[in-house]
């Protein structure tokens, strides 16, 4: 077995400073949730990508996502403690929150410190004034992994 035939995917990377950035508002489906995304580079600027995986839970939930660092995800109504938090597998890294009224899958966050400790992997799917069609997608075998 060779890491030459894993798939590849997208891990998330600290942006680079210099790099633009744009505040996105999102909420869940009844409101009971609402925060403020600090997404770099901004989902229509042409470097940017948005990931739809395959793996058993991005499939269910239809996760569309972009990796944004923690304090870049800030609830302004409610707090991510709130959420309803679901894992799986024997050694979970990867908790994914969704509001317990609605359903709405929000976001996931590791909570394993040796796996991107810092980062959040936020659907945007929830964000406002955001055309779904329009975005870069790109797809990720998590599946495999
Ligand atoms: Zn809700």
Redesign the pocket.
Known sequence: MSDTTKPEITLPTAPDANTASQKYHAS??????TYDVTASPPLDDPSCTVTECNCSICARNGYLFIYALDANVQFTKGDISELRSYTFGPNPRVAHYF?G??G?SCVARSIDPDFFAGMTCVNVRMFEGVDIKTLKTKFADGKSL
Do not use: I, K, R
Not at 28 to 33: A, D, K, P, T, Y
């Open positions: 869940c489906h009844c409101g009971s949730f509001c009224t609605c709405a």
